[in-house]
């Protein structure tokens, strides 16, 4: 089983439109992350959910709109997609109450054409 | 705004020991190093972490000096699936702001 896993691994989209990302983890850890990978392989942290609260808001387009219905899941949407907006985005779990360390997604390739 | 300093690459051949190199020189008293790699486009993944002792593990150790202000982690006998994006990051235990700076480009050479 896998324990970060990501839908969709690949998507394709019009500039525009609206898509989101979704991300389970099935470790039982109380965070979860969202990271964006660039053209340039910068790993940025965009959000972190503590226990479905939102503990970390980088400086991140508002629209981006992380959701957590609970603990096991964070998905991200994105409105009003933009060409900028084309990278790898990463979800990533961890246990700060167990100090167990992060474990990724393996990614989903978002293309804005 | 990473705190660590990590060389852009750095190349070994097969079966040697890598050395990879981290200066944290304004690590705080409870911070821990930690140490991820990616793997081609791969998602991150967990090595290695120590607060002041060398630590060692199936996979790696840690060795972290003194004054805690730099650390080496050393892969012992690196294949050429080692091949990665080594990332070193220093942050406090039970703190959920994981940030990456560039990491080190490791090619392991046949």
């Known amino acids: 089983d896998t324990a970060v896993s990501q839908t969709p691994k690949y998507l394709v989209t019009q500039m525009g439109n609206d898509k989101s990302i979704k991300c389970e983890q099935n470790l039982g850890h109380d965070t979860m992350y969202w990271y964006k990978q660039d053209s340039k392989k910068f790993l940025k942290i965009m959000f972190s959910?503590?226990?479905?609260?939102?503990?970390i808001n980088e400086t991140v387009p508002n629209r981006f709109s992380p959701k957590s219905p609970d603990k096991a899941h964070l998905n991200l949407h994105i409105n009003s997609l933009e060409l900028g907006d084309s990278a790898v985005y990463f979800c990533?779990?961890?246990?700060?109450?167990?100090?167990?360390?992060?474990?990724f997604g393996q990614g989903t390739r978002l293309t804005v054409v | 705004d990473a705190k660590t300093t990590q060389p852009p690459s750095m190349d070994c051949a097969e079966g040697r020991a890598a050395n990879l190199p981290c200066n944290h020189s304004t690590i705080s008293g409870n911070e821990y190093v930690y140490w991820y790699r990616q793997i081609h486009s791969q998602g991150p993944q967990y090595i290695i972490h120590g607060l002041k002792n060398n630590e060692t593990n199936e996979m790696a150790s840690l060795i972290i000096t003194e004054d805690r202000k730099s650390s080496t982690l050393i892969l012992p006998h690196a294949t050429l699936r080692d091949t990665a994006v080594y990332y070193c990051i220093v942050r406090p235990r039970g703190d959920n702001d994981m940030r990456f700076g560039a990491g080190t480009r490791l090619t392991v050479k046949p």
């Open positions: 959910y503590n226990n479905k609260e939102l503990i």
């Open positions: 990533a779990s961890s246990s700060l109450a167990g100090y167990t360390e992060a474990f």
